[in-house]
């Protein structure tokens, strides 16, 4: 997914392997539009996920992508954006 994210211009991304790292890339100064999960993250974490950004007052959207290819993955990152 890195890869696929940063090859359109303007976009740039960031990995975690856990919700410990994605609280912690939340707490920095950058600024996320969305964060991507993927299929190592289940139900519990992304409400857990969900009540953090809630909590935060982030505008930051949650967009679960589990493959498909990059037009696949442009289109759910685009929907999500609006």
């Known amino acids: 997914m890195l890869r696929l994210v940063d090859n359109h211009d303007g ?6 392997d856990s ?3 994605v609280n912690e890339l939340l707490r920095s100064d950058h600024s996320y539009e969305l964060v991507l ?17 809630q909590n935060r007052q ?8 589990f493959g498909g290819g990059s037009g696949l993955l442009y289109s759910e990152v685009m929907r999500a954006l609006g």
């Open 37 to 53: 999960l993927g299929s190592g993250f289940g139900i519990e974490e992304r409400a857990q996920l969900s009540e953090i950004i």
């Open 11 to 16: 976009w740039q991304s960031s990995s975690a």
């Open 58 to 65: 982030l505008n930051t959207k949650l967009v679960d992508h």
């Open 19 to 21: 919700l410990a790292r």
